[in-house]
């Protein structure tokens, strides 16, 4: 099925209710955006000449131009490929070389960029600016049909962020995106018509995936005038757009959390927050529950299973009673129900409770491989199974804990040492306003841990501090050998730590 049915379907059930709204204002119903779209995608296939399983690019500032941009490609039987705002030129030129993207949407601050960066794209035929004649015209002319669409055809090509060397395309099929969608009603929520989503996140990214399953419950997709994540402007949209759901990274929850105006935040404003893509420390996650409620609920994925791998539900989060409470908070959760999660040795074999390996992940929402990357494929998906690369283990109660990157843990005389474990110790102390930890080479020990720190609002801090308090929580042997205190901490597009940046520093 084309996951352009979805909107199919909403614009008959749910025709004259709000589907995009820029700011406080209302830009389209459901019955608009449907026809928008189905005009939108006579012009892909005619006026542009494109064919089925095209890739069409945006790079695209939050905007409600994004939703009317994707649906058209889907409309039409092409494959879109987002592009995160904020990467670089050479970035940008990798990709749209890369994926033979045939023509790329943009908004005006990145227009000079893409024309630069498609330079390098012999296959871009052209380039559309959404705020310009060339888009509007758009609009002129007939609808046509859906088109049709397999279940194994491409539907979105997600890339990488590529901290660890060049980005790689997940492919991404119509089934892959139908499966995450009904898995949010299983596992995530099942949100009665008329609410909302606010996209304060890159719509390239995870807010973008949670598009589907928002729209088939007739929510309205709101944007930010910004097209940006401020957090005055998003409590002032949710409290226009009331039932919000909204996805953020935890560094996100955290700038909304430790801000003024969420005092100004309705009861009723909110509906629910799901948080992912990088750790959310448990002090930051109980300060969140005091401030805002039971509202919150944990999605672990990658981009090549995207939003769903496993999920921290919002029952648990709010069961404060239980004897596991804070070990439950700093888990990733139970496996999604469209999934089957394993911890597995290098050699595949599944391990017992509280055994560390690496996860393993199989079901409908994995992809099909990397863009015409066989290696890299061959080294993921092995027998069906996706291998993460990532490094965790499953406790008595069926929760998995993420430990870290398989990448990053770090082996000290012998003895594995997982960086999270201790960043979760010293985000306990109430002057660390984020921290990150490595390993550094050691001629005897092989590595030795590290921290990084920042203060919060420039207070002083003293390294015996935080040994003092790692010692009062961890063994001995996985206490910092060094802090390096700085103003910042290098962070790629999506919010993730780079902890390759930091360890050039050492």
Not at 62 to 83: D, F, K, Q, R, S
Not at 448 to 466: I, K, Q, S, W, Y
Request: net charge neutral; aromatic share 8%; proline share 5%.
């Amino acid at each position: 099925m084309n996951i352009a049915h979805l909107l199919l379907g909403s614009a008959r059930e749910f025709r004259d209710l709000p589907a995009l709204a820029r700011g406080t204002a209302t830009h389209l119903t459901y019955r608009e955006l449907w026809r928008k779209v189905s005009v939108m995608s006579m012009h892909l296939r005619g006026r542009f000449g494109l064919a089925r399983g095209d890739r069409v690019a945006f790079a695209m500032s939050n905007g409600v131009e994004a939703i009317e941009v994707m649906y058209a490609i889907w409309h039409a039987g092409l494959c879109a490929v987002p592009m995160n705002a904020k990467l670089h030129a050479r970035e940008f030129a990798f990709i749209l070389e890369n994926s033979g993207a045939r023509l790329c949407f943009v908004t005006p601050d990145l227009a000079l960029t893409i024309a630069e960066a498609a330079k390098q794209a012999p296959d871009l035929k052209e380039i559309v600016d959404v705020t310009t004649r060339s888009y509007t015209f758009m609009e002129v002319g007939d609808p046509i049909a859906l088109s049709e669409a397999e279940p194994t055809d491409l539907a979105w090509l997600f890339y990488t962020s590529g901290t660890t060397g060049r980005p790689k395309g997940a492919m991404l099929t119509h089934r892959n995106l139908l499966a995450m969608t009904l898995n949010y009603f299983a596992d995530v929520d099942r949100p009665p018509p008329g609410g909302s989503i606010v996209h304060a996140a890159p719509i390239s990214h995870g807010s973008g995936l949670w598009n589907f399953a928002l729209l088939a419950r007739g929510s309205v997709q709101v944007f930010p005038e910004s097209g940006k994540y401020e957090v005055p402007e998003t409590v002032e949209l949710m409290n226009r757009w009331p039932d919000c759901s909204i996805f953020l990274a935890p560094t996100m929850v955290k700038r909304l959390i430790e801000h003024g105006s969420v005092s100004e935040l309705k009861s009723e404003a909110l509906r629910l927050i799901t948080y992912g893509g990088a750790p959310m420390y448990v002090s930051d996650l109980k300060h969140a529950l005091d401030l805002l409620g039971n509202k919150l609920v944990q999605i672990y994925g990658q981009g090549e299973s995207p939003m769903t791998i496993t999920h921290l539900s919002r029952e648990m989060h709010a069961d404060r009673k239980h004897p596991r409470w804070e070990q439950r908070l700093a888990s990733a959760g139970r496996p999604d129900s469209c999934v089957a999660v394993r911890v597995v040795d290098e050699a595949g074999r599944s391990l017992g409770v509280d055994e560390v390996g690496e996860i393993i992940v199989k079901g409908d929402t994995v992809m099909a491989g990397y863009w015409n990357n066989a290696e890299a494929t061959a080294k993921s998906l092995r027998d069906g199974w996706l291998w993460t690369g990532d490094v965790g283990a499953f406790d008595e109660e069926g929760l998995l804990t993420l430990k870290d990157r398989s990448k990053d843990m770090i082996i000290s005389g012998g003895s594995n040492i997982y960086p999270r474990e201790i960043e979760d110790v010293l985000n306990l102390h109430p002057a660390v306003a984020e921290c990150s930890v490595v390993g550094r080479p050691h001629p005897e020990w092989g590595e030795e841990v590290v921290a990084f720190v920042v203060a919060r609002d420039g207070r002083a801090l003293a390294p015996a501090e935080l040994d003092r308090l790692c010692l009062d929580n961890i063994a001995r042997f996985k206490r910092p050998k060094d802090y390096k205190f700085v103003e910042a901490l290098p962070k790629n597009n999506y919010g993730k730590i780079l902890k390759t940046e930091l360890r050039k520093l050492l």
